[in-house]
């Protein structure tokens, strides 16, 4: 999904990863893993543990009800500095013991035992214990209003042991069940709690939230009675700046210590006064073909369609990311090279339109208007090209979740799938792609009852390929981001930063 960093209105799980993306791709949000960049390491001196972090954001929640409402905004600062669940997962998605200080599956998949930590409590001073654990799964699993509901469905109990024992028993085997603990699903709130989570928060977290001044900032504390290891700093500050400019110019002012989303064009002009990393992500800027209506109910049309796009100018007019010509990036299970699927082909594709009786096809892209205009514009020359009319019809997030992910009104459509591991969209016949699979499908609900890992991985590229050759959509880029961290600030993260901030490694100098 996209991000568009305000909080949305509660919806499915898809809904929200589609919001992910909408704020992923209206950002260019950080990241890249690897050695410490100069910025971040060649500083001298202790760190301050009285240090305040001041941190550029683009786009701000409306809400802070994580449990209610779906947003990449919400997930991108709440998860694992406010809210945490059993598990977590690093920047580079893998899964990691949070609240939970071990967990065991037994042999047939169907039983997960977590053991939790000593000693958590809430910031409210309550003891966390398994109620408070049994209570938030079971809400999630039995409530469609709270986020991530849909990815409890295959529970079949939740239970208490003792008091620091969970057990989950499924109905049958999920390879991503763990991984959606590491969402909103899995996060873990106080049983009973009456907390006004829109405006206030109660969590576990290594931060508190200590103001909230909307349409400016968002202020955490140090929690210095957390369970685990305390944060690096006394507090941050989360300045949302939603112009790309004016980020640029706060960052430059010395009033910003890291900014995120740093747009590929203005990066120069912070070399001198900062270190800008690179990073990774999930991010898939997916031009949705409408499968279910003619003519793109033609593989032919939406093969030709993929044929005209010069992927490669794409990512040379945007600054940043890399080609993508499948459905699964990089860092998901399942990701192979499918760059055979759609090589920059005007003629072929001109022959397929013939073969398919469409020589002066006129279609109609649906795109949200915070995405701008490169894209759009590229399309239609590169369709222009091949003889197909493309008429850009550039609206508001609102009207795009109206018209184009519930209606299914439409012809072509983009936006950013920032999500990890959501191959399910093309599993399912109802999603607003309209794509209907049965080889697809069979082979992904294999891939989630299969126990082996790599077997599962190896079944999710089959049906990745399936997907890909029939042209069921096309994936003009994974996204990178781009953030600028001044000297002194060390352990920021660098991949995947559009879904998940974790800051409590962060350090500041003296």
Same mark, same amino acid.
């Given at each position: ?17 589609? =919001? ?37 954001l683009v786009l701000e929640p409306s809400s802070l009800d994580l449990r209610h409402t779906a947003g990449a905004a919400l997930e991108q600062v709440l998860v694992d500095n406010i809210y945490e669940g059993l598990v977590t997962r690093t920047q580079d998605n893998k899964i990691v013991d949070r609240l939970a200080k071990s967990h065991e599956i037994s042999a047939d998949g169907l039983t997960y035992t977590f053991v939790l930590n000593d000693g958590i409590t809430f910031h409210n001073g309550a003891k966390l214990t398994s109620a408070d654990v049994v209570s938030s799964l079971q809400t999630a699993k039995d409530d469609k209003t709270v986020q991530g509901h849909a990815d409890l469905a295959g529970v079949a109990s939740i239970t208490a042991k003792d008091d620091k024992t969970v057990v989950v028993t499924l109905t049958q085997p999920s390879q991503n069940f763990l991984f959606s603990l590491t969402g909103t699903a899995g996060l873990v709130f106080q049983k009973g709690d009456t907390t006004d989570l829109q405006a206030a928060e ?17 202020? =955490? ?20 700046? $939603? ?13 910003? &210590?890291? !900014?995120?989303?740093? &747009? +590929? ?8 006064? =900062? ?17 279910? /209506? ?9 093969? +030709?369609?993929? !044929? ?39 003629? /072929?594709? /001109? ?23 490169? @894209? $759009?514009? !590229? ?24 018209? @184009?992910?519930?209606?299914? &009104?439409?012809?072509?459509? =983009? ?51 399936? @997907? +890909? ?23 920021? $993260?660098? &991949? ?15």
């Open positions: 999904m996209h991000r568009t960093r305000a909080a949305l209105t509660p919806r499915r799980r898809t809904t929200a990863a589609l =919001f992910a993306g909408l704020t992923a791709a209206a950002l260019l949000l950080t990241a890249c893993t690897g050695s410490a960049s100069p910025a971040q390491s060649g500083a001298t001196g202790a760190a301050d543990a009285n240090a305040s972090l001041t941190v550029g109660n969590g576990t977290g290594p931060f508190t939230l200590t103001q909230w001044k909307k349409g400016d900032s968002l202020t =955490f504390a140090r929690n210095d009675k957390y369970w685990g290891t305390k944060a690096g700093v006394k507090s941050i500050v989360f300045d949302y700046i $939603p112009d790309f400019t004016a980020g640029v110019n706060a960052a430059q002012s010395g009033t910003l &210590d890291v !900014l995120t989303a740093v &747009d +590929a064009n203005l990066a120069p002009q912070l070399d001198k006064k =900062f270190t800008v990393t690179k990073g990774r992500t999930t991010d898939k800027g997916t031009l949705a073909f409408n499968n279910t /209506k003619a003519p793109l109910n033609d593989q032919r049309v939406r093969e +030709a369609l993929r !044929l005209a796009i010069d992927h490669k100018a794409i990512i040379e007019a945007r600054g940043i990311g890399t080609t993508l010509y499948g459905p699964i990036p990089q860092l998901d299970p399942g990701y192979q090279d499918l760059s055979g699927t759609a090589p920059y082909d005007p003629d /072929k594709a /001109k022959a397929l339109l013939k073969e398919a009786g469409q020589e002066n096809l006129a279609l109609t892209l649906t795109i949200p208007s915070f995405y701008g205009s490169t @894209v $759009p514009q !590229l399309l239609t020359s590169d369709f222009k090209k091949v003889g197909v009319k493309l008429t850009v019809n550039s609206v508001e997030f609102p009207a795009w979740l109206d018209s @184009v992910y519930t209606k299914h &009104d439409y012809d072509l459509s =983009f936006v950013l799938h920032v999500e990890p591991r959501d191959f399910g969209n093309f599993a399912n016949p109802d999603y607003y792609f309209g794509y209907d699979n049965p080889e697809v499908q069979k082979l992904y609900a294999q891939s989630q009852t299969e126990l082996d890992a790599k077997k599962s991985a190896q079944l999710l590229s089959q049906a990745a390929e399936i @997907v +890909a050759k029939d042209a069921a959509a096309d994936w003009l880029y994974e996204d990178q981001t781009l953030t600028a961290v001044r000297p002194g600030v060390q352990g920021f $993260p660098k &991949d995947s930063i559009n879904s998940r901030l974790d800051l409590r490694g962060v350090t500041v100098t003296k």
